[in-house]
């Protein structure tokens, strides 16, 4: 080599080095990207990420805060769930001998339980007891609150699929049996919402888990926000029956007013709290509307003081949720001003002060 | 060269002695059956340490000591990845966001971290409400030190081409304005506001936390600083408002105002009193407009010399035909009906031909042309409609075109109304009073 390169002329022999210097450092760059490109997991390593991912999330408050989301966005426990499903499908061969199963079975529990399917989340997690010695106590104390959650929420009424393919079945026009019937709900999801507080209490001892020999404390108190969020929706239902009944129920209108002021109340500290003062503002706008096409603001019978209490009711309600930054019901509350203070000028000035 | 030779043909010779038949026996061998994957020892280990953590509460010893078996367990042909996966699993049974993140912090410091934890260890990591906020603030510098830079640089370039000549000029100009800016500076800015949402929602995640104190404290203080913010841009939009002729959306944004700083009674006492004085001046203006416009609706009562020609014009204003295509208006200020009995209101206050003619045969009256000169006037006079001998005068057209033209000028269109809502609302220049 060295011999070669002294027959070489110099200008050739530099252009011959700086020709091997740039292959190797391509050859180098192309490692380094080969490094950045996303590492290949096995599948214990791809169990382990996606359940380090959902452990951080299951003690999340979610009924004062928003569902966290993962890199690409999607709400945590939906991408843990896919995750792990797809992990089951492409390592089925590497995950045969079954040393992970309870895992995968008991994290989708803790995923599904999150995404409001409680009934299948109570079956993972009776299947991951079953499965393993170390997460039974855990996972049957955990099958027996979802289930529970589960039988609570199956009663009463609940919010349909507007344009399902088999047709939206009739509303029972009885509002005094739904009623019952989600406070029934309600009431259920109160008495295991004590029992959780109660065993979250520092004072407090653990609840012994179900079949857990050694009666070791299982860890519940994440269930709290759950059954919170549960009792909310209850309340959220009880409240949209009333708005779509109000037409032929007597007081309709002055009982699902009444309605959205009691969730808008009860729930003031949940994450949903903006959306619902929007949703009541915009049922005073509806009714401003209503009041608009029933009684024309030229006629002789228009009240402006009526009217202008539902106006001005509705502009506070958007203008109270307008001034929350950080949160998108902002703009929709800014938005739908702009909408309702466009429709009232159409009134005259000496009906309705702009 | 012998030994060569022979070294040569022997390795010749064994090769061919190695070397197989192409046509072997079994030409068709079966396929093998996929073998289970039997778990190495740190993967018994690593599932163990998950079964843990799904279950552990904070500060769970077995976690840690599943852990260092997974470390313990680990042979050099298992994977690399295994242990700081492992290890991130760990650090999220701590149950506390700012724990993991210092876990985490930690992990991402360890050499051979793969990149796909390490983005996502940077993801965590950099998820600190309170670090996000003190970035907000120092956007708030940075800016700053940009407009001061700029307010220098900027003319001092552009002076290049001219050779310095105008320097001074544009120098002294652009300070000016810099200064200036100044005055348009809000108490809490938009970056001010950001950090002021993530300290409270910090606050409102991590109460008991140790910085809760100290976040509390900034808390309140831009919390003052936003209840003014917000209140002076609708004090301001209040001041647009009566400028704009419009009371009622003034006395709204002044109350708001005011409502805004009810909170926080020992502060901003001065734009308190800006906007009760900006909601008594509304109420004034609303007093007076209620007033005129009662005033537009009230009927004089009639002379009675001429009552009877009065009951004759309007009789034949009423009884004469319609016109076949009437032009629906758009808005009082703007409708002509030409051919109607009854014209509307115009700008102009121009009388119709049919206004012309009911009022033709009227004995001892002014030419209509003069008529017309006389309604050309943008504030309303009384206009005589009988000859100079007579002593009444009718305040208004047999339409009431001009008195309501009047009106109309007084108070701004439909458009022009939502036209000046959307600018006090909305506006790139004047900042929502939300």
Redesign the interface.
């Known amino acids: 080599m060295s011999a070669l390169a002294a027959r070489l002329a110099p200008s050739t022999s530099a252009s011959m080095a700086l020709a091997i210097f740039v292959l190797l450092a391509s050859t180098g760059c192309q490692t380094f990207s080969a490094?950045?490109?996303?590492?290949v997991?096995?599948?214990?390593?791809g169990?382990?990420?996606a359940?380090?991912?959902l452990?951080?999330h299951v003690?999340d408050?979610t009924y004062?805060?928003p569902p966290a989301r993962d890199?690409s966005g999607r709400n945590v426990y939906r991408a843990s769930l896919l995750r792990l499903e797809n992990l089951e499908r492409a390592e089925a061969?590497?995950?045969?001998?079954g040393?992970?199963d309870?895992?995968i079975t008991?994290?989708k529990g803790?995923a599904l339980e999150r995404l409001r399917a409680f009934d299948l989340a109570a079956q993972h997690y009776r299947e991951s007891a079953r499965l393993?010695d170390?997460?039974r106590?855990?996972a049957l104390a955990s099958a027996e609150v979802c289930e529970r959650i589960d039988r609570a929420v199956k009663i009463g009424i609940e919010l349909v699929d507007p344009v399902p393919e088999g047709g939206t079945p009739a509303r029972p026009i009885d509002p005094e049996g739904v009623r019952r019937a989600l406070d029934e709900r309600v009431t259920q999801l109160s008495i295991l919402l004590g029992e959780l507080n109660d065993a979250a209490g520092e004072d407090a001892p653990r609840k012994p888990a179900e079949g857990a020999g050694d009666g070791s404390g299982?860890?519940r108190r994440h269930y709290r926000w759950i059954v919170q969020e549960e009792i909310e929706r209850a309340d959220v239902v009880r409240a949209r029956y009333a708005i779509e009944i109000r037409h032929v129920v007597p007081d309709g209108t002055l009982v699902a007013l009444q309605e959205l002021q009691r969730v808008a109340t009860r729930h003031g500290a949940s994450k949903n709290r903006l959306r619902h003062l929007l949703r009541l503002g915009d049922f005073y706008a509806d009714l401003a509307r209503e009041y608009l096409d029933a009684v024309p603001p030229e006629s002789l019978t228009f009240d402006p003081a009526r009217f202008r209490e539902l106006a001005d009711a509705a502009?506070q309600l958007y203008?109270l949720v307008?001034?929350h930054?950080?949160r998108p019901e902002?703009l929709e509350a800014?938005r739908n001003?702009?909408a309702f203070?466009?429709l009232t000028?159409?009134i005259d000035?000496?009906r309705y002060?702009? | 060269m012998l030994v060569l030779l022979v070294a040569l043909g022997g390795s010749t010779g064994c090769s061919m002695r190695l070397r197989r038949a192409v046509v072997v026996d079994d030409l068709l061998e079966p396929l093998g059956s996929d073998t289970t994957h039997l778990p190495s020892p740190a993967e018994l280990a690593a599932a163990r340490l998950a079964r843990l953590a799904l279950v552990a509460t904070e500060a769970d010893p077995a976690v840690d000591a599943a852990l260092a078996n997974v470390a313990e367990t680990r042979k050099p042909g298992d994977s690399k990845h295994l242990l700081p996966l492992a290890t991130d699993l760990r650090n999220t049974t701590t149950g506390d966001p700012i724990a993991y993140r210092e876990a985490s912090r930690a992990l991402r410091k360890k050499r051979g971290i793969d990149p796909r934890l390490a983005s996502r260890l940077d993801e965590a990591i950099a998820d600190d409400p309170l670090k996000l906020a003190r970035r907000r603030r120092r956007d708030d510098w940075h800016r700053l030190f940009a407009r001061t830079f700029n307010s220098i640089a900027e003319p001092l370039g552009q002076s290049v081409i001219t050779g310095f000549i105008l320097a001074p000029f544009t120098l002294t100009n652009s300070l000016i304005h810099y200064f200036a800016e100044f005055s348009n500076a809000e108490p809490l800015s938009q970056t001010g506001r950001q950090a002021l949402v993530l300290r409270q929602e910090f606050l409102a995640a991590h109460p008991d936390s140790p910085v809760a104190p100290e976040v509390g404290r900034l808390v309140a203080r831009d919390e003052i600083r936003h209840a003014r913010t917000l209140a002076l841009r609708r004090v301001r939009a209040a001041e647009q408002a009566i400028g704009q002729g419009q009371p009622a959306l003034a006395l709204h944004q002044s109350r708001t105002a005011s409502q805004l700083l009810e909170p926080h009674p020992g502060a901003h006492d001065r734009l308190r009193r800006r906007a009760a004085r900006l909601e008594n001046e509304a109420l004034e203006s609303l007093e007076r407009r209620n007033h005129l416009l009662a005033r537009a609706l009230e009927a004089n009562a009639t002379h009675e010399a001429t009552r009877a020609s009065e009951r004759a014009l309007a009789t034949a204003l009423l009884v004469a035909p319609s016109p076949p295509a009437a032009s629906i208006p758009s808005s009082p200020a703007t409708a002509r009906l030409p051919d109607a009995p009854v014209a509307v209101a115009s700008d102009s206050c121009a009388p119709s031909r049919s206004t012309k003619t009911a009022t033709k045969s009227l004995p001892g009256e002014r030419s209509p042309r003069s008529r017309a000169r006389a309604h050309q006037t943008t504030r309303w006079r009384a206009t005589p409609v009988s000859s100079s001998r007579t002593t009444g005068r009718i305040r208004t057209t047999p339409s009431g075109a001009c008195a309501a033209a009047a009106v109309a000028k007084r108070w701004p269109s439909g458009w022009r109304a939502s036209g000046s809502l959307a600018r006090a609302t909305r506006t790139s220049r004047r900042l929502s009073p939300i």
């Open positions: 490094r950045q490109k996303e590492a997991y096995g599948p214990t390593e169990v382990l990420e359940v380090a991912v452990r951080r003690p408050d004062r805060f890199f061969a590497a995950l045969r001998s040393y992970m309870a895992v008991f994290a803790r393993s170390e997460l106590p855990a299982v860890d502009i203008e307008g001034s930054d950080g902002k800014t001003l702009e203070l466009a000028l159409t000035a000496d002060d702009r």
